[in-house]
């Protein structure tokens, strides 16, 4: 069965990509083998006695809205005036609230609608001019026998698959769910376009203002019907759920050179309504939201999609809501994971995959005292900057924290690899000491536009505690001169003079050339945070 | 982009939040005021929707510009970090639909909790042709407004009616607006995306046209 699954997607998908749509014969027998595994047209759906209890238990105002919406669903198709699609439509709606025991939210009826379009064709064949509501308890009769009920098995299961997200019957986790898509997203953003990140952030533009219609209808209000069904024949093909957040980000990319001319007061509105239109373009687009997909670090991409999709880790995190930093982030095994991908997998984008460089961003004493063999360091002290006391280049007493005069030399210093490797930033791990040298290294090269950097989490620290899997030995994990005891001891000389820096002296009472003006970096990573802790 | 040059004095930007439950006429106020139209079937609004609107008043230019929010519960508690930031408040009711003017304390309270004093709110009640529906007198809002000490208007997007004195009466009271006559001949430009999924690009968003109020 696996292998036949196998061998139809990878027919199917050179026939999607050969045309750029599935033909609308052939679509519903497609659809219909991918989400249901039935090598067959989709046959009739008679849900009498259901939708009658359906219907009876569902509240009137929910039915009323439930009707209110398919009455205004898709203005501009004639197929949505017809009064007995509107019919069907509401029964479907009810019907699947009432399985799934969820409350109907706004979006869902957008979902439905590519689906009954499905069955255009057979619909209009149909004499049902009798069709009409009579009473919100009341199924009418030839409504149930309407070949439009052949879509509902597949919108069911285009839904249960591809956004469970949507379906909890709680809506303080579908709102939280809904967070934490935004959370990820951000954090793609930033790795992938930092550039449209930043632009965003400064005019404060967060991803629960323009993204909630794009996750709520799954593209489904956003694009022409006819778009809807090509983006939804690559959803489906492809088997792919993530494709929804990926495909967003490339949106996102698409249009940046939009987001970077508009006045910044129009970025929400400029934001909203950002789309693609023809079949090409949108098999374009989600084409190259796959090859994001594949340069997006896998672990990342396996933590989001456990965020979004493994319902069991709902409730476990449903209580803390905690703020994704965003900055990407990657534990060891995740790095490892990353430095030894190839791109001769199987997965053919991949081939795209940039090299993967790390770089300690930790003082030349600490790298001295042990650092990775493949790691190479940024040389801090070899930098211009104001004189110290200390007589010293780049003294860690003196700077404390790293000044933009600094940070602009380690920028120079990455320029030659802007957008062509994966970098992977490293530092210490000890949380005081990452505010110096890791954190406002990673913004300032994602604030200079450095797409793909990441940092590893925890530093240092974390590597020195992983424990190799047994059996093997990752590589890139082979230290050069460790000596833990004096790390350790330069670590805490450092924490120090931070610490009685921070204390001793007043924001008046430092003297100048500290070049203590990289603030407005911290005051960044501050006001990120608390956009991402809103509400 | 000419017509922007000509101005001298700077753009005050306010935010306009629109809330109330769903199906009272939000999309519909908004977009008679921004388009003078009105249509029988906007569809529903899934989380929000943006617009904006530059007023170019007797001796400055104010940029409003318009949060219209989704109504459902669903998602409801996605909509305090909208109301953030927020220099005006308008809370629609719908005069044929009781439950929708019963829902307006809660608004009232949503907004206070976010933003405290520091927001002009008002309160509309919306659909007034409908006059053999009508479910709120007009008395009963004006004593909702008085009991809050908000602003109170009744509209009715279909007809046209009251939406330009709405916009109006609140671009009067906007915070630093005080010593400015209220504004009787403005001139508005709408600043207009490509609103309509249907054509092909958002390249146009820097268009600009003359609006027919």
């Not at chain 1, 340069?295 to 409730?315: D, L």
Request: negative net charge.
């Amino acid at each position: 069965m696996r292998s036949k699954q196998d061998k139809a997607e990878s027919y199917w998908y050179k026939c999607l990509f050969s045309e750029f749509q599935l033909a609308s014969n052939i679509r519903p027998r497609v659809w219909n083998f991918f989400l249901l595994g039935k090598d067959e047209t989709p046959t009739l759906f008679s849900p009498v006695r259901q939708l009658e209890t359906a219907l009876n238990s569902l509240s009137i105002p929910v039915k009323e809205q439930i009707w209110l919406d398919v009455s205004r669903l898709r203005p501009n198709l004639s197929m949505f005036q017809r009064n007995q699609v509107r019919v069907v439509a509401y029964c479907m709606l009810c019907l699947f609230c009432y399985q799934r025991e969820i409350s109907y939210f706004q979006g869902l009826h957008e979902i439905l609608a590519p689906f009954l379009f499905l069955f255009q064709a057979a619909s209009e064949d149909e004499d049902t001019s009798t069709i009409h509501l009579k009473g919100w308890n009341e199924v009418p009769p030839l409504a149930i026998f309407s070949p439009l009920w052949k879509s509902y098995p597949l919108f069911c299961a285009f839904l249960e698959r591809f956004a469970p997200f949507l379906l909890d019957p709680s809506e303080q986790v579908l709102v939280l769910l809904l967070r934490r898509a935004f959370c990820y997203f951000q954090t793609l953003l930033v790795y992938h376009s930092p550039r449209v990140f930043w632009t965003l952030t400064e005019a404060q533009v967060t991803p629960d203002m323009y993204c909630v219609s794009w996750f709520v209808t799954l593209f489904a209000g956003n694009l022409n019907m006819e778009d809807v069904l090509v983006l939804y024949d690559c959803f489906i093909v492809s088997g792919n759920e993530m494709s929804i957040f990926y495909f967003a980000l490339e949106l996102m990319s698409r249009h940046e050179s939009i987001l970077f001319q508009v006045n910044q007061a129009m970025l929400p509105e400029t934001c909203m309504h950002i789309t693609v239109h023809g079949n090409y373009q949108v098999c374009e687009t989600w084409l190259a939201a796959r090859t994001k997909q594949s340069i997006t670090p896998q672990g990342f991409h396996r933590r989001f999609y456990r965020a979004m999709y493994e319902t069991k880790e709902y409730s476990i995190e449903s209580t803390s809501d905690q703020p994704i930093d965003s900055l990407m982030h990657l534990s060891v095994e995740e790095w490892i994971e990353e430095c030894n991908r190839t791109p001769q997998s199987a997965d053919s984008s991949s081939s795209t995959l940039l090299p993967f460089f790390l770089w300690d961003c930790r003082s030349k004493e600490e790298y001295d005292a042990g650092h990775l063999a493949i790691a190479a360091r940024v040389p801090w002290e070899t930098f211009q900057t104001n004189p110290c006391p200390h007589d010293s280049m780049y003294c860690p007493y003196c700077h404390p924290y790293p000044s933009n005069q600094v940070l602009n030399q380690a920028i120079a210093l990455f320029e030659p690899l802007r957008n062509i490797v994966r970098i992977c930033l490293i530092g210490s791990g000890d949380e005081i000491l990452d505010q110096m040298d890791v954190y406002p290294l990673a913004l300032a090269l994602t604030r200079s536009h450095f797409r793909y950097v990441c940092i590893l989490s925890g530093g240092i620290h974390s590597i020195l505690e992983y424990k190799k899997p047994q059996g093997t030995i990752p590589h890139g994990l082979d230290w050069v001169d460790l000596d833990r005891a004096k790390q350790k001891w330069i670590e805490e000389e450092r924490r120090k003079a931070r610490m009685t820096e921070s204390s001793s002296s007043s924001s008046e009472a430092r003297p100048s050339f500290f070049g203590w003006n990289s603030q407005p970096i911290l005051d960044l990573r501050l006001s990120l945070n608390r956009i991402f802790k809103k509400g | 982009m000419s017509s922007q040059s000509k101005s001298i004095t700077p753009l005050s930007k306010y935010k306009l939040v629109f809330l109330g439950d769903q199906a009272v006429g939000k999309t519909s106020i908004i977009t008679r005021f921004m388009y003078d139209k009105f249509d029988n079937n906007y569809q529903a609004t899934i989380g929000i929707d943006f617009l904006s609107k530059t007023m170019y008043l007797e001796d400055r230019t104010v940029r409003l510009q318009l949060w219209d929010t989704a109504g459902q519960e669903r998602f409801r508690s996605l909509i305090p970090s909208y109301i953030r930031d927020s220099s005006v408040a308008v809370i629609v009711y719908d005069v044929t639909n009781r439950a929708s003017f019963l829902s307006v304390n809660r608004w009232l309270e949503e907004v206070k909790n976010e933003r405290g004093e520091d927001v002009i709110l008002v309160l509309v009640g919306n659909k007034t042709d409908q006059t053999e529906r009508r479910q709120v007198s007009t008395e009963e809002g004006e004593a909702k407004a008085k009991e809050y000490g908000i602003m109170f208007m009744e509209t009715s997007a279909k007809a046209g009616f009251n939406v330009k004195a709405l916009f109006r009466k609140i671009a009067s009271v906007l915070p630093g607006m005080e010593n400015v006559p209220e504004p009787t001949n403005m001139q508005m430009v709408d600043i207009k995306l490509n609103s309509n999924t249907e054509t092909t690009t958002t390249s146009e968003s820097n268009q600009t046209q003359r609006c027919r109020c």
